[in-house]
């Protein structure tokens, strides 16, 4: 209960701190009362960050009215309250609310569904999801540990889910264990009813509104998602009763709440209901025993009989699942015993469900491995164990399905065992169990099957029962990732907000901030809203610092005596998930714990073939290739590596354009050389080579299709500016490609090494001061921007010299595209390889419309009021 709590709230502290406008939805649902209860924790001791929506529907009940004012008195945040839309009729339905929020202005927005309800936004409101696990209709991004892609493309709302890993029974357990006020509907108390069909509608409380139909009832409302809701007959007068009540499902938790150890029969209502309502239940006591529930991911190929298993396995203990998401995609599945809990994550076997894998592996304790015995280790069930040994799974119990069809089961069952022991041998996972299975018939899954008598091991069931994670090797040291930062208001300490990645932090103890380095110690923590003398991994906090001046989001806290790394370059391990493929040098976003920097692939040293694992020579990376790469991020980044910190060495790579996750990574060291390089100051500043130069410098970066014009004007405007005394310089592809740029052609990656290299050149010059007048192509909208990203703001000035390409097939000076069209040249720009035209350069030059003249005056009148001394 702890870590879904500590989860939930990470996730909505990843929210607030990364979005511009982030809102959060509230109705007078158990399920909002959960959120808002989480979230006045995750901010704690300030109030509220962001404002409460409020949908108004006209629901007149007075008990549901009072509650409402109540709730929203104490909810201590802004509140916005909006008529339901008409259309709405009186009900809250997702569709309604994703069209009214697409007017507002709102960035993000936090809802209350749990992730066994089944129920969402509907796809065409959903553009961008920020969770894992939720069944959803649109593709979530991959999260792993819990690194969520919180970049939203143009006119996109990010959908986030906090209660996606909630059932509905920890949601009772922890309104329970919690205090928290939910509305007095959902007990039980005399109320008008009227019948509809096979049940009761709650019915306006108003007398004069009484028809003949209606009666009185002592009734309680399962859920307030509908207006006018179901009334179910129930004397759950209070909380304790009605957990009774809905818990009755539960048999295994009801037993625990009485102390009784576990077992598998259902309690008496009698009982249970005592055990609820006893004032000797300590909320702890309603907890499961096990705190945090065994994450087991289930892999295998289509139809090899993974939904059969989960069947098998559950018969015979408590079955949660997320139902009604769309069929194609995983949902979790909760399985209880009296032993622990299982959350059991079914990974479709396609290759479109890598995001899926991912998410999972990166957090699962052991895998199912389903292999069908009849056709043995597909290159699937190969890939899917390297990805499970590079997210840093351990243990894998392999489950030899359809045993039960094949004549020589005992010889294949040993074949296949020794297969995947080889495998994992060389990939260094450990097979805890082989077992032979037929999860149809339910054979060595929870009774030993008759029909494998030469199988003497455990059944599936005692196998998972049995498993123990292996001990950690060694205690970690203190570790926080800095999520969010209350700036400290005069006379008041910052608080500074996050969830521990490692180790555990005492009043008092002695801490780093790095990057900075800078020292301080801890004065006081919170977890929730408790003050608390230490807290450890796993667990969200907040941290007031005896002296936190310098602190910002992406900082992290790390013990004095044991600080973690720094590094901005390293070797790691990629798994590429974009359709597009990953181009060396070419820059993405790198997101890391809470770090996000600017980072490109230097070196891929290594492709690995998905079957063999034999290391591959490559220039670029295609779609679920795995390869070991070398990375440099532009500023530095506190990290471990992977195999000691699951949080501190697993990353994701965005696309800064698309705003896509194109990957997922983790680190296997810093380069040395990282550390040996360092900066030197220089006496002579930019700013003194510019006053002498009686300018200031800039670069004025041509863009457009072969033919276009930009050697032509780049040259006259070049004249006209050294004519009137501005120190000036050229740079012309095709001549940088003579010297510099001659071991680079045309394809996609020659392209943005030569973009780089022609943008790290022209850098240089604008420091020595001059005015460079850079003439390519450049066709890719990604590299103009990491051109554009290497100088102030202001010195890059992106001119378009905008010309059809007919115009520039009827120009045709090199005589390069009738050459391209027969097909002499290819990648040829404009033909067979893309151009992205720019979207919002400092200036369009449309080259047809315009003589050369006339767009050389309005160059040279811009060149001129950007380089004039100042
Ligand atoms: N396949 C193909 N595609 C495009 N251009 C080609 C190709 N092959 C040769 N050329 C000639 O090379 C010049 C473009 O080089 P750039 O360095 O500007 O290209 S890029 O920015 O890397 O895309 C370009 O010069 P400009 O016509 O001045 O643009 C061409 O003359
Ligand atoms: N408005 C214009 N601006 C620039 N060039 C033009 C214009 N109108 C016609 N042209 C002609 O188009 C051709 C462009 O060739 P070039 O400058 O080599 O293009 P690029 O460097 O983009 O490949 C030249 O022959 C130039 O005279």
């Not at 008008?192 to 108003?206: E, I, K």
């Amino acid at each position: 209960m702890q870590t879904l709590e500590s989860e939930s709230i990470a996730i909505i502290r990843e929210a607030v701190a990364t979005t511009p406008r982030p809102i959060m939805l509230w109705a007078e649902g158990k399920d909002s009362a959960v959120l808002l209860h989480l979230a006045r924790k995750a901010f704690y001791p300030h109030p509220l960050p962001l404002p409460l929506l409020y949908f108004d529907g006209g629901r007149q009940d007075p008990e549901l009215t009072r509650y409402r004012s109540q709730q929203m008195a104490a909810a201590g945040a802004e509140w916005i309250i909006q008529p339901l839309p008409s259309a709405a009729q009186g009900t809250v339905h997702p569709e309604t609310i994703c069209t009214a929020l697409s007017h507002q202005g709102v960035g993000l927005v936090l809802w209350g569904f749990r992730g066994d309800e089944g129920r969402h936004p509907p796809a065409s409101c959903i553009h961008a999801i920020f969770t894992q696990d939720l069944p959803v209709p649109a593709a979530p991004r991959p999260a792993p540990w819990g690194l969520y892609n919180t970049h939203p493309r143009p006119g996109e709302i990010l959908h986030v889910f906090p209660l996606a890993q909630w059932t509905e029974r920890d949601v009772w357990l922890y309104i329970k264990s919690e205090g928290i006020s939910i509305a007095p509907l959902y007990l039980a108390a005399e109320r008008w009813v009227a019948r509809n069909g096979s049940h009761w509608l709650l019915a306006d409380p108003q007398p004069q509104a009484q028809a003949e139909h209606l009666e009185q009832r002592r009734v309680r409302v399962p859920t307030l998602s509908t207006w006018p809701p179901v009334a179910v007959e129930s004397h759950a007068q209070t909380l304790g009763l009605l957990l009774a009540e809905v818990l009755r499902p539960y048999p295994v938790v009801l037993e625990a709440m009485q102390g009784q150890g576990a077992g598998m029969q259902a309690a008496t209502s009698r009982s249970a209901t005592d055990a609820a309502e006893g004032h000797h239940t300590s909320p702890t006591q309603l907890w499961p025993a096990q705190d945090r529930a065994l994450r087991l991911i289930l892999c295998g190929n289509v139809h090899e009989g993974k939904s059969a298993l989960i069947e098998s396995l559950a018969a015979g203990c408590k079955r949660l699942h997320a139902g009604g998401g769309a069929a194609h995609l995983s949902s979790p599945t909760l399985l209880i015993t009296g032993r622990r809990h299982y959350r059991i994550a079914e990974v479709p076997g396609h290759p479109q469900a890598l995001p899926e894998l991912i998410a999972a592996a990166a957090t699962a304790d052991l895998a199912l491995v389903l292999v069908d015995a009849r056709t043995g280790l597909s290159l699937q069930t190969r890939q899917q164990a390297r990805i499970l040994a590079m997210l840093g799974l351990k243990d894998l119990i392999v489950v030899v399905n359809r045993i039960d069809l094949i004549d020589d089961a005992a010889e294949r069952f040993t074949a296949l065992c020794a297969a995947y022991r080889d495998l994992a041998l060389t990939l260094d996972l450990r097979v805890y169990e082989s077992i032979p299975i037929s999860a149809l018939t339910g054979d060595n899954i929870h009774t030993p099957s008759p029909r494998t008598p030469w199988y003497t091991g455990p059944t599936l069931w005692e196998a998972l029962e049995g498993w123990v994670s292996a001990p950690q090797d060694e205690v970690q040291a203190f570790r926080l990732p800095v999520q969010w930062v209350k700036d400290s208001e005069p006379g008041q300490a910052a608080v500074v907000y996050g969830r521990i990645a490692e180790g555990q932090v005492g009043n008092g103890t002695a801490v780093r901030i790095l990057p900075s380095g800078l020292s301080t110690r801890v004065a006081a923590i919170w977890r929730g809203f408790a003050a608390v003398e230490s807290a450890r991994a796993g667990e969200a906090i907040a941290l007031c610092l005896a002296d936190a001046s310098e602190l910002k989001r992406g900082d992290v806290l790390v013990a004095a005596e044991a600080p973690a790394e720094v590094a901005d370059q390293f070797e790691a391990r990629l798994l590429w998930l974009d359709t597009h493929p990953l181009i060396p040098e070419r820059q993405y976003l790198l997101k890391l714990a809470t770090q996000d920097v600017r980072a490109s692939v230097t070196a891929l040293k290594y492709r690995e073939d998905p079957d063999t694992g034999a290391h591959l020579a490559a220039r670029t990376l295609n779609t679920n290739e795995l390869a070991t790469v070398n990375l440099a991020t532009q500023s530095p980044l506190v990290f471990a590596p992977y195999q000691t910190s699951r949080q501190l060495g697993g990353f994701i790579l965005i696309d800064p354009l698309k705003h896509e996750t194109v990957g997922v990574g983790t680190i296997d060291f810093a380069l040395r050389r990282a550390t040996n390089i360092h900066w030197q100051a220089l006496q002579v500043d930019r700013l003194s080579r510019a006053r002498l130069k009686h300018q200031t410098p800039c670069c004025l970066w041509f863009t457009g299709l072969s033919g276009s014009g930009k050697s032509t004007l780049a040259n006259l405007l070049d004249q006209r500016l050294h004519a009137l005394g501005r120190h000036t310089y050229v740079l012309d592809g095709d001549n940088v490609r003579h010297g510099l740029n001659r071991d680079l052609g045309f394809t996609e990656a020659d392209r943005v090494e030569n973009i780089r290299r022609v943008a790290e050149v022209a850098k240089l010059m604008v420091d020595a001061g001059l005015i460079v007048l850079v003439s390519f192509i450049s066709p890719f909208r990604s590299e103009r921007q990491m051109a554009r990203t290497l100088f102030s703001p202001g010195e890059f000035i992106e001119i378009y010299v905008d010309t059809p390409l007919e115009e520039c097939e009827r120009r045709d000076v090199k005589g390069l595209y009738a050459k391209a069209r027969a097909g002499l040249i290819k990648n040829f720009t404009g033909i067979d390889s893309p151009y992205e035209p720019p979207e919002a350069p400092e200036l369009h030059l449309r080259t047809a419309e315009r003589g050369v003249d006339d767009c050389l005056e309005t160059l040279l009148g811009l060149a001129l009021e950007r380089t004039a001394p100042r």
